[in-house]
């Protein structure tokens, strides 16, 4: 298979997609798909009009990706804008397509890649960014993906812990990205925990609730991010509240302890406090080292140092954090805060700054622009 015949084909069949009336981005993974079909089998049934072929392999998978969009729409606008407490309905097809996309034979990587695009609603570049690869790397894993499920049962069994990691995803995605997936994420937590007796999707439909609770004081009225501590915690809802800690509760009493409970514990214990400084700093430290053990994971172990630096003061959360890999994720971000917590406002002017230039979303660059800028009219330069 001759593979300058392909680039030199991919522009022309785009445009074509184009013309035909695919928005730009849709005929891109359309065009893509055919790419990876034609990779499979043109070295054994080589087609006598190569472009014709593209085309319309390339338009088939737009209509089948349409559809699939149109259905999920659907599906989503069926759902209240705000999740409902209660028991959750019969377990409907969007769950078990979660569960297919988390098939054994894919790697959990691979299947959380492919649950994100094919039924979360992400694009295939949110996912990118996610993961911290190339948007064309992660082309290829979803096709890889999908190739490898194209023909598997719905009622083949699926990971309940993958499954798991996908829905925290989702509504990750939804609580802070571009796309608000987070009371789909609820929703489909509900059902599963309703279908499916297990601590750890109690602990994730009891974090998911603690966190969707503040959700109304996270911004100010002109979409600027609002800190945790400078949250009206008067618009907290309650009523989530107090059902996720309920939920946590009953899972946290069979003592089968998953990172999902830990996080939710440590919600709670901010959910719980009036005030920061009323914050039990010292139990979320504890929980934090709970996790750590858990997860191995230098994420958390970042968000810990901020913890210690509550807890046992700013030059102790920096010793931690001086422990931890500084191109981390928002590494520069907590460098700032506790040199600020230390008194040492240049510094933290500085830092506020490169955090600003390394941040993931707008919003959270304009958050640290600001913070910079504060501590600079402070004198801080």
């Known amino acids: 298979m001759n593979e300058v015949l392909l680039r030199s084909l991919t522009p022309s069949v785009l445009g074509i997609l184009v013309r035909r009336g695919a928005a730009f981005a849709a005929a891109e993974d359309a065009v893509q798909d055919a790419l990876v079909e034609a990779v499979r089998v043109w070295s054994a049934d080589p087609p006598r009009d190569p472009k014709g072929w593209l085309v319309t392999v390339a338009w088939r998978r737009f209509l089948d990706a349409t559809r699939a969009d149109a259905a999920r729409r659907r599906r989503e606008d069926r759902v209240d804008e705000e999740p409902a407490p209660g028991p959750a309905p019969a377990v409907d097809d969007t769950l078990q397509l979660y569960f297919l996309c988390a098939h054994p034979s894919l790697t959990p990587s691979s299947a959380v890649a492919l649950t994100l695009r094919a039924v979360g609603g992400l694009t295939t570049r949110q996912i990118a960014q996610a993961y911290l690869v190339p948007e064309a790397t992660m082309a290829q894993r979803i096709s890889r993906a999908k190739r490898t499920v194209s023909g598997v049962r719905f009622d083949q069994p699926g990971d309940v812990a993958t499954v798991l990691r996908v829905l925290y995803l989702v509504f990750n995605e939804g609580y802070s990205g571009d796309v608000d997936l987070a009371a789909e ?17 109690a602990g994730l439909l009891a974090l998911m609730l603690l966190h969707h609770a503040r959700r109304a004081a996270r911004t100010a009225p002109d979409g600027s991010l609002v800190p945790l501590a400078e949250q009206d915690r008067g618009r907290w809802d309650t009523e989530s509240i107090a059902e996720g800690v309920e939920i946590l509760q009953a899972a946290l009493a069979r003592d089968r302890l998953g ?13 719980d406090a009036r005030t920061t400084e009323e914050t039990d700093w010292v139990q979320i430290v504890e929980w934090y080292d709970e996790l750590a053990r858990l997860t191995d994971s230098p994420v958390v172990r970042l968000n810990r140092a901020v913890a210690v630096g509550e807890a046992d003061g700013p ?6 954090l001086a422990a931890l890999d500084d191109t981390l994720p928002r590494h520069t971000a907590v460098a700032a805060y506790l040199h600020e917590r230390d008194g040492d406002l240049t510094t933290a002017a500085q830092l506020y700054t490169e955090a600003a230039q390394k941040a993931p979303n707008l919003a959270e660059r304009d958050h640290l622009t600001r913070q910079a800028a504060r501590l600079n009219a402070r004198g801080g330069r």
Do not use: C, K, M, S
């Open 259 to 271: 990172e999902f409970q830990a996080q939710a514990a440590i919600a709670a214990l901010h959910a």
């Open 315 to 320: 030059r102790a959360g920096l010793a931690a």
């Open 185 to 201: 994420a609820i929703r489909l937590t509900r059902q599963l925990a309703a279908a499916i007796d297990h601590p750890e999707v």
